[in-house]
């Protein structure tokens, strides 16, 4: 499974991008919102995580132009954004699942289980 990490965070990002491929993920880790994009137009991923507060380009801006692309890939949103505004925002404009940092590693894991399932139309827990 390829995913792309969308996390201007170094420390986050390293975090993540080392534990994700420890799951067993391929993980693609831009830290700019124009490079999301670009890795967006360059390759096919299965999930991206996506960071709203990302340089030179929203995550909110990034979302709203996958989606009038007909872009069906699962985003799950992992932001400091804490509002109800903006998680509400998050989710009407596209988004299929949405946290708040801090997180527990753990359970993104299980969400980006989640969605992947979903997206592949099993229910049980295994993903190949």
Do not use: C
Request: hydrophobic share 40%; charged share 35%.
């Amino acid at each position: 499974m390829k995913l792309l990490l969308a996390e201007d965070d170094n420390m986050i990002g390293e975090g993540l991008e080392k534990a994700l491929k420890q799951s067993g993920y391929s993980v693609d880790w831009v830290q700019d919102g124009l490079d999301a994009e670009h890795a967006i137009q360059s390759a096919e991923y299965n999930l991206i995580i996506l960071d709203l507060g990302l340089p030179n380009k929203d995550g909110l801006e990034i979302l709203r132009t996958l989606r009038k692309n007909h872009n069906e890939t699962s985003v799950l949103i992992l932001t400091a954004r804490d509002d109800i505004s903006d998680r509400v925002s998050g989710l009407d404009i596209g988004a299929d699942d949405y946290m708040v940092k801090p997180f527990a590693l753990e359970e993104l894991e299980a969400r980006i289980r989640l969605l992947l399932r979903r997206k592949s139309g099993k229910k049980t827990n295994e993903v190949k």
